[in-house]
Each structure stands twice: as structure tokens, then as C-alpha cells.
């Protein structure tokens, strides 16, 4: 139990165009999700926790007009990152839990996004 | 606010030999801790996590952690390291709700 997904697992952009990442949780429902950004080589940096029906809450410096994020239901929440440029090419990994704040994250296979 | 802190950046293991991982954690309120692997490429596994319970915690793949409060250390262990645990290892701490992660410790197994 406990899967969660994400979809594509990779995508290539042309700079300027917007990219919609998919995180499913398959067998749970989510009431929070998570969207994380790691570097080559560095731990995860939190970028904005989403409650269903509510709207995302951003972490310090993450641009909420440029990460999209929308939790519609309770299995799934996408991440849009709009007018991309290569700066934005990262490892994007999102997380899902349901109930308590302390229970654990799950979390999907991320999306390695080339923005060129 | 709540921080975890993981010594060494890089550890190299012969297979078979002790598999140690160290997680310090700062807390103001008593922590829930979980360590995470992370294989090339992949998302993040959960191996273990304390909540309060048994300060012995047994996860998978072999993997246990024991939670001192003493030396506010969450260290990670594994008595006989495999070629499949090499990966990046997290420590992390749940402060309100969002997991702290600690920088990462890569793993290398050595035959």
C-alpha cells in the first residue's frame, strides 16, 4: 500500500512553453501533498504543501505564479510550471499523506524536467 | 523549529562489513524522525520512523535506528551491507507537519 505516482517521469521543454506534472496517490486518499525541487547531489527543498480543495501554500522564495499547483481531489495534484526557461530544470518529486500532520509522507518516482 | 543533522556526507562500506549512517536531531517538542533511501533517479523509500513508541525501530531491507534522547541521535544501521544499499540516504524530522531533511549521506559498497 501506499503508492504513489507521478507522471511523465521525464520531460523536455522548449523555453518559454509551461510543463503539468502529475501526482497521483493509487491506493490512499490524500489529504496533503507535497512538491519538492532537488538538485544534482542536494537533499529536497520544499516548494508548497497543497490541501485538497484548498490553495497551495508556497515556501519562501518559490514563485506560486510560476509553479502552479492545484489539488482537486484527493488522489491527484499537478504542479504547472509556467513559461518554463532552463533554470527551472530540476528533479521535481512530490509526496502524499493522508490524516495527521505527523504521519508519514509517501512519495512518487519523480520528474526530471529539461527545460532547454 | 525543528532540524535534523546527518555527519558525513559520504560513507564507503566493504560488502558485508557494518553499514553506519549518523542523524542528530535538534527538537523542542518530542520528534517524529524517518529515514528515507534514495536510489539514482528514483523518489524516496521509506526505511524506518520513530513515533514516540519503541525507541528500537526495526524497517526494511535490514535497516534498524535507535532513538537516544540523551544525544538527541536517530542513527541508522545495517549489521552486514549488501551491493543494493548503495544510495542516498536521508534523515528526516517532521516540524508541523513538513518533513526536515537533513543533507544526505550517498552510501558506497565496496566488493
Known amino acids: 500500500g501506499a503508492v504513489v505516482s507521478q507522471h511523465p517521469s521525464w520531460v523536455i521543454c522548449k523555453s518559454g512553453t509551461s510543463v503539468k506534472i502529475e501526482c497521483r496517490s493509487l491506493d490512499f486518499q490524500a489529504t496533503t501533498m507535497f512538491w519538492y525541487r532537488q538538485f544534482p547531489k542536494q537533499s529536497l527543498m520544499l516548494m508548497a504543501t497543497s490541501n485538497e480543495g484548498s490553495k497551495a501554500t508556497y515556501e519562501q522564495g518559490v514563485e506560486k505564479d510560476k509553479f502552479l499547483i492545484n489539488h482537486a481531489s484527493l488522489t491527484l495534484s499537478t504542479l504547472t510550471v509556467t513559461s518554463a526557461h532552463p533554470e527551472d530544470s530540476s528533479f521535481y518529486i512530490c509526496s502524499a499523506k493522508s490524516g495527521a500532520s505527523t504521519d508519514t509522507q509517501y512519495f512518487g518516482p519523480g520528474t526530471r524536467l529539461t527545460v532547454l | 523549529a525543528q532540524s535534523v543533522t546527518q555527519l558525513g556526507s559520504h560513507v564507503s562500506v566493504s560488502e558485508g562489513a557494518l553499514v553506519l549512517l549518523r542523524c542528530n536531531y535538534s527538537s523542542s517538542v518530542p520528534p517524529y524522525l524517518f529515514w528515507y533511501v534514495q536510489y539514482p533517479n528514483q523518489g524516496l523509500q521509506l526505511l524506518l520512523k520513530y513515533t514516540s513508541a519503541a525507541t528500537l525501530v526495526k524497517g526494511i531491507n535490514g535497516f534498524e535506528a535507535e532513538f537516544k534522547k540523551s544525544e538527541t541521535s536517530f542513527h541508522l544501521t545495517k549489521p552486514s551491507a549488501h551491493m543494493s544499499d548503495a544510495a542516498e540516504y536521508f534523515c528526516?524530522?517532521?516540524?508541523?507537519?513538513?518533513?526536515?531533511f537533513g543533507a544526505g549521506t550517498q552510501v558506497v559498497v565496496t566488493p
Open positions: 528526516a524530522v517532521n516540524s508541523w507537519g513538513k518533513l526536515q
